[in-house]
């Protein structure tokens, strides 16, 4: 699949802004945000989703994350990302408080879970809902897909899928993916043990940057697939945690515009102010796709960069690896 491939499938799958996304929850269409297809899910959302980790960091108030989701979602930001182990579960605390008073009804919702035993991860599911404030969770996600032995120990009988399927037939969850930061190899190993099980997930989140695309890339080995599969394409890091910008580059906007010029369903990016907020609904607003040859020229530009992942720590370090550093979030 070549680029010029993507970039025509990119601009396909955008919906116009008028269209809302709600999740079956009467979601409104605010602000000209543009939307894309979630996979085959019959979902809509949001170009751009807001990170969830970002809403407790040092030096962000309660107050502060209540006022940033709640800024995203007036403006047409409204996939929401989340995880069970962010920042002690304050992150999903945090955000359900701002999704009281009716503002749930305007979100699609998703969260993850670290345990690859059943156990683990039924007790998971459990508590993200409780700290979110919620009965269903939109997509909830088996986070940090990083080991090579994640794919058996999650699909395996008394495993985390079990919970993922339980949870999903007494309506606390709605759809189910996976996510991962580590090697496009263990990515494709987790859509094949679907595969061999007979199932097939709603969507897959993975680092998709300027970057990756030089250097053991999921953009070359694992959205082609997804595309094919029509499975959601959840991109993450479009900045490598703000290495991209923070180094020299590439521009913030340079790094969103590449992202969501991908087939992508939505671009999660950290927002830890109203004004990241403020620069995320700006680029999605009304977007296209970037021409062939701007695209072209920054490969071109990052190339020499991006040799050797030196700035892509995630994949080359266990700096990033929380379910490594507290392997008892398996159980």
């Not at 409204?78 to 701002?98: I, K, P, Q, V």
Request: aromatic fraction near 6%; charged fraction near 25%.
């Amino acid at each position: 699949m070549t680029r010029r491939d993507f970039l025509r499938l990119a601009l396909a799958a955008t919906v116009a802004p008028a269209v809302g996304c709600g999740g079956g929850t009467g979601m409104s269409a605010g602000g000209g945000i543009a939307r894309r297809r979630l996979g085959r899910t019959g979902e809509v959302v949001s170009l751009a989703g807001l990170g969830g980790y970002h809403m407790a960091q040092a030096g962000v108030s309660e107050a502060d994350s209540v006022r940033i989701v709640r800024a995203a979602i007036d403006g047409g930001l409204t996939f929401l990302d989340n995880c069970w182990d962010y920042n002690g579960g304050e992150s999903e605390r945090r955000m359900g408080l701002a999704l009281r008073d009716g503002w749930r009804a305007r979100a699609f919702l998703m969260t993850k879970i670290d345990g690859r035993t059943k156990e683990a991860a039924a007790r998971q599911i459990d508590e993200s809902l409780q700290r979110l404030g919620t009965d269903r969770i939109d997509l909830m996600q088996l986070h940090e897909v990083i080991h090579g032995d994640d794919p058996d120990r999650a699909f395996r009988a008394g495993g985390a899928m079990e919970a993922l399927a339980d949870a999903k037939r007494a309506g606390k969850v709605r759809f189910v993916g996976f996510t991962g930061h580590k090697a496009p190899a263990i990515h494709l190993a987790m859509l094949d043990a679907a595969d061999a099980h007979g199932f097939r997930f709603d969507t897959v989140q993975m680092p998709l940057n300027v970057l990756d695309a030089h250097f053991d890339s999921f953009e070359r080995q694992v959205l082609p697939r997804l595309v094919e599969q029509e499975i959601g394409v959840i991109g993450m890091k479009p900045m490598a945690d703000g290495r991209i910008v923070y180094e020299g580059i590439a521009s913030a906007e340079e790094c969103l515009r590449y992202a969501m010029s991908l087939p992508v369903s939505v671009v999660v990016t950290g927002c830890e102010s109203e004004d990241r907020v403020r620069q995320a609904l700006r680029i999605a607003g009304g977007f296209q796709p970037m021409p062939e040859g701007d695209v072209t020229a920054l490969l071109a530009r990052t190339a020499e960069r991006a040799r050797a992942g030196t700035s892509e720590h995630y994949k080359t370090t266990t700096e990033y690896d929380g379910t490594t550093q507290n392997p008892e979030w398996m159980g």
